[in-house]
Structures are given as structure tokens and as C-alpha cells.
């Protein structure tokens, strides 16, 4: 059995609580789930490309993930955060018990308040591929009542339950962050590349979209930038400046009545016709069936 997710608010003025299955939904990039972490669990997951975050947190047992050509043991009071790439393979050896989070970076968007969902993917995921937490005694009961009340919330299944997700979710990061040791990832000159490339182009996608403009800001070559990108998160430099850009565009379509030609502007594309073909080719559908989805009173 695939996790079971409940859906997101379709736009920050109506609040849903529609449950449905990843498979039967239009928009999986709305969905959230939680699902207690064991073997039969790891075997259906791996079964389906994620296009989600992921959070593993193994409370028992040992289990190995790999993606690209990184691969990490998880062992007891371990939590490993895993950004959206193809083909990561999660195997457990022997019985395993913890938990299991899955998301999209909409789950933070669409909040009520705004949260600014860099704060942790930016820093520990969304820079890296694969990011292992130790997770201290003295936090593990504070962060597992979190995830508690979390399973609690989608069991009651309200018209409050995503706001209040989210809420917890953003404890649990501030947690997760502030409290628990970094285990894995790369250090020195390569990291500090990534980090500073990141910084940009959240800072410059609208007016620099080609990975030789951050090279030249970084005093590097586009093909050496490229391949540290790609080592250290799994994607080329080109993917996260593009991802920026959908992502700025939804978040656009979500808190604003802009028209197409007006999000296509303000992101810097001289033509909406080039905006729209690659809205569509790098979501899945097109800008106005996107904006169609977000029911407006």
C-alpha cells in the first residue's frame, strides 16, 4: 500500500481537508503524508519515483539509502532528509521501526503566514541530496510527541488540519535544526560553492537565468560549477535556478490575481509565450490549468 496523504489547502482563502490517494489526485504536489516507518512500508515507497521531500526517521533498526552515487547507513536515533531525485533506493536490514514524512516544497507555499520554506530545505535539503541528523536523547520524546500530534491531526481530518500541520512541521524543523548534529555532507571549498551558488540565485534568478552568469559571479567555469552542483546535490546548476523560477511563478499564482503575461514579466521573460511553454515543460502543466486548480471564493 502507497502512503495515504491528506490534501493541502487549494488556495490560501479556502481551506480543504479532501483526502485521496497520491495515484487518484491531479496535483500530487499538494499532498502531505505520515506513515509509520517499517519494511513493508520501505519496500512500497521505493516502488515510486518521489517528486516529494522525504523524511526517515529510524527510531529501531538499521536500514541503507542510496541516491546517485551517495549512500548512507541509518542506524538508531538517526534522521536522514532526502531532496527529490530519481531513483533513491531506501533498504532496511531486518525489522525496522521509526517514521516516515513525505512533502512538496508547496506544503510550505501555500501557508497562511508566508513561512519561508528556505529556512530548512535551503540550508540541510534542498542544497544536498541526502542530509543524516543525529538526534539527541534529551530532544528525541519533545520531536516524537510533535509527530504524535501530527498522526493525531490527519486521523481528525479537519478544515484546520493543513494550517495546523504546518504548524507543527515548522516546530519540528526549528527542532531538527537547532538542537541535532549534522552527520553527513560535503565540507570545505565544494560545500561553500554550493551554499554561496544557492545564496545567488535566490537573490538573482529574475535576472540571471544561464549557469555562466553565477560562474562568473563565483569566479569559476560553468562546467566546473556544474559538476560540484552536481556532485554535491544530484542535480546540475541549471535545475535549481529553474526550480527557483517555477517555484517563485506558483507562489505568484497562489497569493496574487496576476495574469500570465504579468508573472511571465515580473520573472524576467520578454515573451509570456516562452514563460508558458516552459512553466509547462518544467511542472508537468500548464500556467492557467495551474491557476485553475487553486479554487478562489
Known sequence: MLPSFIKLPESPKKLSAD???ASTTKDPESYFALLPLNATVISNINKKCCAHFEILWLLEGTCTVAAGKKRYTIEANRLCCLAPTRGRKIHAAGEVRGYYLCFAPEFFLLSDDKLDFSFFVGQYVGAKTISLFGIGDDHRQKMETIVRNMKKELQRGSNHSPAILKSFMKIFMIYLSRHNALLSGESGAENELVQKFMALVKKQFVTKKLVSDYAMDLSVTPNYLN???????GNPASFHIQ???????KKQAIYSYASMKQVAFSLGFESYTHFSKFFKMKSGMNFTCYKNTLARP
Open 19 to 21: 483526502r485521496s490517494s
Open 227 to 233: 559538476k560540484i552542483i552536481k556532485q554535491v546535490t
Open 243 to 249: 526550480q527557483q523560477i517555477i517555484l517563485e511563478a
